[in-house]
Every structure is written in structure tokens, then in C-alpha cells.
């Protein structure tokens, strides 16, 4: 079945640190992928999207590019402020009506 | 409303007990989705309403849990006795027309002692 491995959290880093959150997937098909956000006592909120290869998906100074051939859609930010502590979840969809499969989710903590 | 309305934010039963979670989505929005996240993990799809119907509720664990929207709008995610395997977050979504324009509400924290 279709699935999402991404690295395990918490990833903690200093300010102005370059971010990188790897994930990969399994899917029968073409899916398309998403990174998505939880801050502190928010819901869930869609950072970024990639619906076909090779395309890259952009928002924050966050990027994500959609690797075929290695089946991966890794998370990066060149300079991470505090307010970027979150949890990101990568996830995936394959069916039209936007079911959605997720990852475990990384904590990613930014000190001062 | 504004964003998606899930309530209560927190419940707290006791094994065995019965319990409803309400959603309410961004008013005209057609698609709702239910899922459960545990402590640690990602969320799990549920339940899949377009309009009134279940779609796919292929991620309903068992028969104790049920799902209901019966005019196309709020929808209430029912439990029948509770056990403590259940405790996590439940999120509800709703996206005007499936794809993946998701919006989703802050959850209820279900917590079975």
C-alpha cells in the first residue's frame, strides 16, 4: 500500500540554520505530495505542494521538489527563524477526491 | 464560518462510555474528512463525506466508530464504548470540492481513562 517514511524529530537547530527534512514514498501511480505544517496549538496547514516530477513546490522560503526517480519530496529552508518551530508532516494523494496519506511528522525546534 | 469548528476541543471519558465529536466546516464546502491522530504518529484517514453520503469509510477502525452528516453541512463522529486505545486527536477537514484544497480545524483531544 502507498506510504510516507519521513526523518525521525526532533530536529533541533539555531537560527539562521539551513533546514533539511527527508522524505520518501511509496505509491502505485503518479501521486501528488504535500508538506504540511502544525504549529503550537494551531491545525494543520498546507505549506507546500507538488503535483507532478520534477515540479517544486515553494511558500515561506520553504522548497520541495517532487523526485521521481528517487521517490522523495525533501523539506528545505535556507535560513530558519524561531517561528518555524513546528511539526512538517509530508504526505501524499492519490485518489482525486484528496485522500490524504501522512508521515510520522518531524519536530523541528529553532533556538535564538 | 471562517475556518473549520471542531468541538469539543478536549473530552475526557470514562471506558465504555459513548461519545460524539462535532464538526463544522467552511460553510459551502462539499467535501469533509475525519482523521485520527495519535500521540507521535501523522494523521489517519477515517471517514470521507462528499455532501450528505459517506464516500469511503474504508479507515474506520471497527464498529464502534460512526460518522453522520445529514444535511450536507455539520457532521458528528460518533463513538460507541470507548476504550482507552482510543484516546488521540481527531481532525475534521472540509475542501470545497475534494482535490487538495483542505482546510482543517484545530481537532478534539479524546482522552479514555
Known amino acids: 500500500g502507498d506510504s510516507v517514511t519521513q526523518m525521525e524529530g526532533p530536529v533541533t537547530l539555531s537560527e539562521e540554520a539551513f533546514l533539511t527534512i527527508n522524505c520518501t514514498y511509496t505509491a502505485t501511480g503518479y501521486p501528488s505530495l504535500f508538506w504540511y505544517v502544525q504549529y503550537p496549538g494551531e491545525g494543520l496547514q498546507l505549506l507546500l505542494k507538488a503535483t507532478k516530477a520534477d515540479d517544486k513546490g515553494s511558500n515561506k522560503g520553504f522548497e520541495a521538489t517532487y523526485r521521481k526517480e528517487t521517490t522523495s519530496f525533501h523539506l528545505e529552508k535556507g535560513s530558519v527563524q524561531v517561528s518555524d518551530s513546528a511539526v512538517y508532516f509530508c504526505?501524499?494523494?492519490?485518489?482525486?477526491?484528496?485522500?490524504?496519506?501522512f508521515g510520522a511528522g518531524t519536530q523541528v525546534v529553532v533556538t535564538p | 464560518g471562517a475556518g473549520v469548528s471542531q468541538t469539543p476541543s478536549n473530552k475526557v471519558t470514562e471506558k465504555g462510555k459513548y461519545v460524539e465529536l462535532r464538526c463544522d466546516p467552511i460553510?459551502?464546502?462539499?467535501?469533509l474528512y475525519w482523521y485520527r491522530q495519535s500521540l507521535g504518529q501523522g494523521p489517519e484517514f477515517l471517514i470521507y463525506?462528499?455532501?450528505?453520503?459517506?464516500?469511503?469509510d474504508s479507515g474506520l477502525p471497527n464498529d464502534r466508530f460512526f460518522a453522520v452528516r445529514p444535511e450536507g453541512s455539520v457532521s458528528t463522529l460518533k463513538i460507541q464504548r470507548t476504550e482507552r486505545g482510543d484516546s488521540a486527536v481527531y481532525l475534521c477537514a472540509s475542501s470545497l470540492n475534494g482535490g487538495d484544497g483542505y482546510t482543517f480545524g484545530s481537532g478534539t483531544r479524546l482522552t479514555v481513562v
Open positions: 463525506f462528499q455532501g450528505t453520503g459517506a464516500a469511503d
Open positions: 460553510s459551502g464546502h462539499t467535501a
Open positions: 504526505a501524499l494523494r492519490t485518489d482525486s477526491w484528496g485522500k490524504l496519506q
